[in-house]
């Protein structure tokens, strides 16, 4: 969430203009040419190539909370069923992220992308608080 922030404050939001890819290549730093050539910086190439990586890291990481939580919280049904929500509103975050690049930086695209980030913060914090409470 951070790292989002941080892309749209430096106005990094379409220095990836392309998506999933970014400037047709998964990882644009192999070819200095499409640096050099970008009307963006490196730094603002980095931040929003990096926010998705972390996204993609973000994500496989709620698969295995929402793995753990139904193996070792079987009785809690707040641990399972906040994960598994973290873990379904993840598709959709990741559809609206790209949507935020094809679109144009809509802004109830934008906007509905950060509502979809901290309604998954919400779900993964009551997992996290719930479990830890209830050891
Ligand atoms: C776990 C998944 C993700 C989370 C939690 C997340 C979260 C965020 C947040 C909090 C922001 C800042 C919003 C704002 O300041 O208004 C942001 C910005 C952004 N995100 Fe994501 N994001 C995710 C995945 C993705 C993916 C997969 C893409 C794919 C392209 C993407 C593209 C963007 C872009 C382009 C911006 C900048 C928008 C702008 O310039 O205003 N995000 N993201």
Redesign the pocket.
Known sequence: ?????Y???I????S?PD??TCYGTWVPFLQPEIIANSPYSALQIFA?WA??G???T??VL?VGTTIGAWVTHRNTPIVKWSATAALAL?PL??I???L??TEN?QPII??T??G???L??LCLLTTFLVAYLRR
């Open positions: 969430m951070l790292l989002g922030a892309t749209s404050a106005g990094a939001g379409l990836c998506w999933p929003e926010h998705r972390l996204a993609m973000a994500g709620i993840l975050q990741v609206l992220g790209g935020t690049v930086l934008v906007t992308h950060l979809v980030a901290i998954i913060l």
